[in-house]
């Protein structure tokens, strides 16, 4: 692998959690970086790292706080996970990120890949870290004509993963096949400029375009949604959303799907998209006004002033800002 590392330190992307790698900063890193380009990631690393420097200010801080922290990075559960394991860390293991793969297993939200980039990134252990990019860059670097999105063949993966781990530097290896997937092993590769090219038997066979064999993507479900924004008194009504549900502690206006028997509505403001997972809302806002703040079961009064405090979806922090325009 000695191929791979020249070319890792000499093309390796500079970003803020790979200077001082902190067991607590590679596992925040991690977890933002999942699902999410790593360009995207910087400033909410660079402002969470402000917010919350240490596991104990995690720990610590109200959810509320924490998930406006992660607001516009989706994936909620991951900003409630990484809440909920910090407290686990307190209690547990006085503050410090366990450098054991079985005590890290325990913590909320920690499966095999971000538990191998702790151990690896943060402790310098040898441990492979196996993501998309790496299933990628080893299924065809071994020319592996198996389902990659099969647990036995994840599992393969891994244990070759490992077996091409350095002796002397493991980490480095297991970061540069995520660089290398990441930049160069995309899903179009550039094997020109790839340092495995000689070695890399889907190359060698012409596969490289056909691999990795992994499931079909689910398919875009379309929710189309009549948001009401209601202001009385110089405040909004708002609802935060339930346990449980996919925009848990998240705050939205009131809606319902669109078609249903809703309230009177009033004045139609430009429609507003954002995507969730596998869905894609359409949302439909209407502007309607009250002379007072009548009390809504399910529902809060908020002053226009403040509404931007609150964390929201993404959608519904657009019309939020709207909203804020309006009423200054």
Request: hydrophobic letters at 40%; proline letters at 6%; aromatic letters at 10%.
């Amino acid at each position: 692998m000695q191929r791979l590392h020249e070319w890792f330190h000499q093309h390796r992307r500079a970003f803020p959690w790979r200077t001082h790698p902190t067991p607590y900063r590679v596992w925040i890193s991690e977890i933002m970086l999942q699902q999410t380009r790593a360009a995207v990631v910087v400033p909410y690393f660079e402002r969470w790292m402000t917010l919350f420097p240490d596991i104990f200010g995690l720990a610590a801080a109200p959810v509320e706080a924490v998930i406006k922290a992660w607001e516009g990075l989706g994936y909620y559960s991951r900003a409630r996970n990484l809440h909920i394991a910090a407290r686990q860390i307190v209690e547990r293991f006085k503050g410090e990120l366990p450098a054991a793969k079985e005590k890290l297993e325990q913590l909320k939200g920690l499966g095999p890949y971000t538990v191998g980039a702790i151990l690896s990134f943060g402790f310098h252990q040898r441990a492979a870290a196996v993501d998309g990019n790496v299933l990628r860059v080893l299924s065809r670097y071994f020319a592996i004509e198996e389902n990659v999105s099969k647990i036995a063949v994840r599992k393969k993966i891994e244990e070759k993963a490992e077996e091409l781990l350095d002796s002397k530097e493991p980490w480095v290896t297991a970061e540069a096949f995520i660089e290398l997937g990441a930049t160069v092993c995309t899903m179009r590769p550039r094997c020109e400029d790839c340092p495995l090219q000689g070695e890399c038997l889907a190359l060698q066979t012409g596969k490289q375009e056909y691999l990795p064999i992994k499931d079909s993507p689910m398919a875009v479900t379309h929710l189309h949604r009549i948001v009401l924004v209601i202001v009385a008194e110089e405040h909004v009504l708002v609802r935060k959303g339930a346990v449980g549900k996919v925009m848990a502690d998240l705050y939205e206006f009131p809606y319902y799907a669109k078609g249903a028997k809703v309230p009177q509505l009033g004045s139609p403001w430009p429609k507003v998209e954002h995507t969730f997972t596998r869905f894609k809302a359409h949302l439909y806002p209407y502007l309607a006004s009250m002379e007072r703040r009548w009390p809504i079961p399910g529902c809060e009064w908020v002053r226009c002033s403040e509404l931007l405090h609150l964390p929201f979806s993404s959608g519904h922090r657009k019309i939020a800002r709207t909203v804020c325009e309006l009423c200054t």
